[in-house]
């Protein structure tokens, strides 16, 4: 089963505003990492919050973790139409005491921005 | 600097053929991870490596086999390939550690499809 599951599947906006994402996931976590892919390439990754971190930001991006609701959002301010791509969350079980921890991708939320 | 490469971009293979994707990573990465990308299901993890000389098995590594003999190249197998295993497969890497402190890189992916 999907560890990260992203809402909304869809967004369609227009340039200049603010997209926002969301991903929930189901047990606890070391960190939460944020990636974008455009069509037809690989994932870029854009952003990893640790569990012990609320907020962070990068840019234009501003994520934030709430661990308590198991939830994360990303928020892209000021889009420009070179956003348009999916986006996805992925989840870094706690590991242990092993040094590799499991990357696990949500489904991916379709980011369309309108020039 | 070249990052991620994975030949071939796209390949149609008639079932019960076999191939091998190549991965070659010129970060000095220590870990090298194969993950397939299906509509509606995400990314899963084949198998990865956190070194020269071993593997391990992922989410879903039946079909599959790989071999890490340089530390840059990580290859990815098929030795009969089923209609099941047409997908977009993505090689990425990291830093030592993996997940727990690094995000990953990857490459632009293969397209395959099985006929």
């Known amino acids: 089963s999907q560890q990260g599951e992203e809402d909304p599947q869809a967004l369609s906006i227009q340039e200049g505003e603010n997209a926002t994402m969301n991903c929930s996931y189901k047990?606890?976590?070391?960190?939460l990492q944020w990636y974008r892919q455009n069509s037809g390439r690989g994932l870029v990754h854009l952003i990893l919050?640790?569990?012990?971190?609320r907020e962070k930001h990068s840019g234009r991006l501003r994520v934030t973790l709430d661990t308590s609701k198991k939830s994360s959002s990303l928020l892209i301010t000021a889009s420009r139409a070179a956003d348009t791509a999916s986006y996805f969350c992925?989840?870094?079980?706690?590991?242990?005491?092993?040094?590799?921890?499991?990357?696990?991708f949500g489904q991916g939320t379709i980011l369309t921005v309108h020039p | 600097n070249a990052g991620v490469t994975q030949t071939p971009k796209f390949r149609v293979l008639k079932t019960g053929q076999s191939m091998t994707l190549l991965c070659a990573q010129d970060?000095?990465?220590?870990?090298m991870y194969w993950y397939r990308q299906d509509p509606g299901m995400g990314l899963r993890l084949i198998h990865y490596?956190?070194?020269?000389?071993?593997?391990a098995k992922g989410e879903v590594p039946d079909g599959y086999n790989v071999s890490r003999l340089k530390k840059q190249n990580f290859l990815l197998g098929l030795e009969s390939a089923a209609p099941s295993q047409t997908s977009v497969y993505f090689c990425?890497?990291?830093?030592?550690?993996?997940?727990?402190?690094?995000?990953?890189?990857f490459g632009s992916g293969t397209r395959l499809t099985v006929v």
């Open positions: 990425a890497s990291s830093y030592s550690g993996g997940s727990l402190y690094y995000g990953y890189t």
């Open positions: 047990t606890s976590i070391n960190n």
């Open positions: 919050i640790r569990s012990n971190e």
């Open positions: 992925a989840t870094v079980l706690n590991a242990g005491g092993t040094s590799y921890g499991k990357l696990t």
């Open positions: 970060m000095n990465h220590e870990y």
């Open positions: 490596s956190v070194g020269e000389g071993t593997t």
